[in-house]
C-alpha cells in the first residue's frame, strides 16, 4: 500500500539470512482506512524475536469532551506519612496556619478566587509535609544489569542484521538464551523475597500491608 524499499517491507527473515517474507499486516477497519498515512518494519527495535516491529503511522481526529481534555496535573501526595503522628501533627500545624491567614482576606472576594486560594493552600502544605508518591515501577526486578544485558542483545541483533553469518547467528542465540536465564532468575528471586514480606505480615497481623 505504501511505496518503501524492500528491506522496510518484509517483516521476518530465515535464520540464515537468506529468505526474506512479508507475514505480519496491519488490519483496520474500511471506514477508517483513510487514517493510515504509513505502514513500515523497523529491523533495529529489539523485540527479542526474529519478526520484526511493524508501526503505523495513524491521522485521526477524536470528538473528546472539554473536561476529559483538561490536563492533569497527575501530583499524587504520599498519603502513608499520615500514619506518623510526628508528619501529622505537622500536617495539621500547616493547615492550621494557612487557613488562619485565609480568615484574614476580604469576605466580598470572588467565590472562585477563595477556592482556588483553599485548594492552593491544602496542596502546598501537603507537598511541603508528605511530599509526592513515588510512582511504581511495572518491573521492580529490572535494574541496571538488565538494561545492559538488553543493550548486548541489542548490539548482537544489530551485527546480525547487518552480517547473517553463522557466528553472528549462534551469537545473537547465545546471548538470547543468557539474557532469558537472568531475567527469570532475577523475576523469581524477586518473588521469593515477595512471598517472604506476605508469609511475615500475614504471622505478625500487619493486614494492611499484607
Sequence with gaps: MFLHRNIYKY???SPD???HNQIDHILINRRRHSSILDVRSFR???CDT?????VAKLSERLAVRKQASQKSEGERFNLRKLRELEVKEKYQIEITNRFAALGNSNVEEDVNRVWENIKENIKTSAKESLGLQEWKQHKPWFDKECV???DQR???KI???QDPSRINVDNLYNIRCDDSRHFRNKKKAYMKVKVEELETNGKINKVRDL
Design 50 to 54: 526474529d519478526h520484526y516491529l511493524v
Design 44 to 46: 533495529g527495535a529489539d
Design 11 to 13: 517483516t521476518w527473515t
Design 159 to 161: 551485527q546480525w542484521i
Design 148 to 150: 545492559d544485558f538488553l
Design 17 to 19: 539470512g537468506k529468505t
Design 154 to 156: 541489542k548490539q548482537s
